[in-house]
């Protein structure tokens, strides 16, 4: 108590002089503590957060120039900066400590609101001057331990350490993973050629990957939320460093599966906008990444003695946005292709509407005459045609509507013998097999549309990058005089449609003809023809085929359009072999018909 005679106001203004001293260093502290977040943040961060604002989203992005370590599991990756989100509910005192750990991680999001807007679909992009580009990386000099070593395993930091694996549908998620050597160290070049596979009950994609070239890659996955569940992400390492490119790479193939990873996907409010059915201007985009799902099956279904799956009703139908007409027809047990858009599947008679009175004019390797007898036998209703030779000229003729009829020719580029095989783009040196072609373009008429793919044998013939580079520059020097010939003459040009190779499947993946080099050769030639001011589309095959390659069961390692047999085929079992290429015959007609 005080004592007798004590000031009792004197008493009370020492102790609130006490406080206030105590209150002010508290008030100081915090405001420098302010300041130095506010500086922190640099201009962007700050149009940013006035956006969210705007947006009336609960979170803001922060970019900080200095790393900040939210999380336990730290990305051993360096970052330069790093970007979070933050709710803005959170525990103020927590935000300020969290400020002192510095360690670099990965992007991290809490608790975000996903609307339909922010979120939208993979889109692969083509590298702009991909042949040079090649080339020069190719022929890099090594003169490091960490570019001369090989790729024997990769480290996955988002992944590898993680018990549990369960991403958000909708979302793109981009992982990044490191290479190592066989000691474990980190290589710093890339040119390794991983199989991507992310596939689920109903679900089959190839992810698409980017080559960092210091030897990181990064991966995006994405599932739509219809198709929540459990997944498979696989990584094998196919060919190290550009071997898969080598004249003879069955000698360097190293085929090892480094990851099989189960990732759940669960559903949450994120939304991707509907696929459109494809329009004209979708055949623009030079590379795909598309995606296999599956609405429907019968798991009771056995080859019939004609050696076809019947699987589901032919009327059996499809389920938008996925596709639209009748998805039975496509007799693949229910599973249908998109990418960017979709495809309609074709009735007999929408498709002799589209193609009456036109005139196709297929080059390409073998699988084009698969492609044609398919189109012919399962969407043109003219089943007696049991197979087509690798050259001709012929008009075909509606057997419901003797007034429709389409022109189709077709020539073999894989040898300008058509008996023979494996010279591919280097058959346009042969004088005779030129003008063969030539021939064609300088009729009264002309066809409308030309498909052409480079092809196999080309992966077989051409002993370096270099000189395949040179083999599809003469290419499309050709054909732009072949189609500048047809101008001149005052003719409408044909459009020029390029289908991209396939991706070899099963035992074939090692081979001349490998998907590291068709990949590769598909980029070249897609260039050259770019460069030509001649590609009015393309229709991307290797990405159409790729989710079935790793076995032999719906491809012969070089053809996924055999004709249907009830028959063995290489791995001792009855393939499913003609559905992947019947699928590519609509998307076919989806590029033919597609409205302007």
């Not at 406080?19 to 420098?32: E, K, N």
């Not at 189960?262 to 201007?281: D, G, R, V």
Request: some cysteine.
């Amino acid at each position: 108590m005080p004592g007798k005679g004590s000031n009792p106001f004197s008493l009370y203004m020492s102790r609130s002089n006490s406080r206030f001293s105590t209150r002010f260093s508290i008030l100081t502290l915090a405001i420098f503590v302010a300041m130095l977040i506010i500086w922190s943040i640099d201009g962007s961060t700050i149009r940013n957060s006035v956006h969210v604002w705007r947006q009336g989203r609960d979170y803001i992005v922060l970019k900080l120039h200095k790393p900040v370590n939210l999380t336990h599991n730290a990305s051993s990756l360096s970052m330069n900066s790093t970007q979070f989100t933050l709710n803005l509910t959170q525990d103020s005192s927590s935000l300020l400590k969290n400020f002192t750990q510095l360690e670099p991680v990965a992007p991290i999001i809490l608790n975000p609101i996903i609307k339909e807007s922010d979120v939208s679909w993979i889109l692969a992009e083509f590298e702009q001057n991909f042949s040079s580009d090649l080339l020069s990386r190719w022929l890099a000099p090594g003169g490091e331990p960490c570019r001369d070593s090989k790729t024997d395993e990769i480290t996955i930091p988002s992944l590898d350490d993680q018990n549990s694996r369960k991403l958000p549908t909708g979302e793109v998620h981009e992982i990044v993973f490191q290479a190592l050597d066989d000691s474990g160290n980190r290589r710093c070049f890339g040119g390794d050629y991983f199989e991507i596979d992310l596939s689920g009950e109903s679900w089959k994609s190839r992810p698409p990957i980017k080559d960092f070239w210091d030897g990181s890659y990064s991966i995006k996955l994405q599932v739509h939320p219809d198709f929540a569940g459990e997944y498979n992400l696989t990584i094998v390492l196919l060919f190290r460093h550009f071997e898969g490119l080598r004249f003879s790479p069955e000698r360097f193939v190293f085929w090892k599966e480094l990851r099989q990873i189960p990732i759940t996907f669960y559903k949450n409010t994120a939304q991707l906008p509907e696929l459109p059915i494809c329009q004209k201007a979708d055949f623009l985009r030079d590379v795909w990444s598309g995606r296999w799902t599956r609405h429907g099956k019968n798991d009771d279904c056995q080859i019939d003695n004609d050696g076809r799956y019947r699987c589901l009703k032919a009327d059996f139908p499809c389920q938008k946005p996925w596709c639209n007409g009748s998805l039975g027809s496509l007799e693949s047990n229910g599973w249908v292709y998109s990418t960017h858009c979709s495809f309609k599947i074709f009735s007999a008679d929408s498709a002799w509407e589209c193609l009456q009175n036109r005139w196709i004019f297929f080059w390409g390797d073998s699988n084009h005459v698969d492609s044609i007898r398919n189109l012919l036998n399962f969407v043109l209703g003219l089943p007696k045609i049991p197979s087509v030779p690798r050259r001709f000229d012929l008009n075909f003729t509606n057997p419901s509507n003797k007034s429709q009829t389409v022109r189709i020719t077709s020539i073999f580029n894989g040898h300008w013998n058509a008996t023979l095989n494996y010279q591919g783009l280097n058959s346009l040196q042969n004088e005779e097999f030129r003008n063969l072609i030539m021939k064609y373009f300088s009729e009264e008429t002309v066809p409308d549309t030309i498909i052409m793919n480079s092809g196999l044998h080309d992966g077989v013939f051409w002993k370096t990058v270099r000189r395949f580079i040179k083999g599809a520059e003469y290419a499309s020097k050709f054909w732009e005089e072949v189609i500048d010939s047809v101008k001149q003459r005052g003719l409408q040009a044909p459009q020029l449609l390029y289908r991209t190779t396939i991706a070899t499947g099963g035992y074939a993946r090692s081979l001349a003809f490998n998907p590291n080099k068709m990949e590769a050769y598909n980029g070249i030639v897609l260039d050259k023809l770019k460069n030509a001011g001649i590609l009015s589309g393309v229709i991307d095959d290797f990405d159409m085929t790729f989710p079935w390659h790793y076995d032999n069961r719906c491809n012969d390692g070089v053809h996924y359009g055999r004709a249907p047999a009830k028959a063995k085929w290489r791995d001792g079992k009855i393939g499913h072999q003609y559905f992947v290429d019947l699928m590519l015959g609509h998307v076919l007609l989806n590029a033919l018909c597609a409205r302007k």
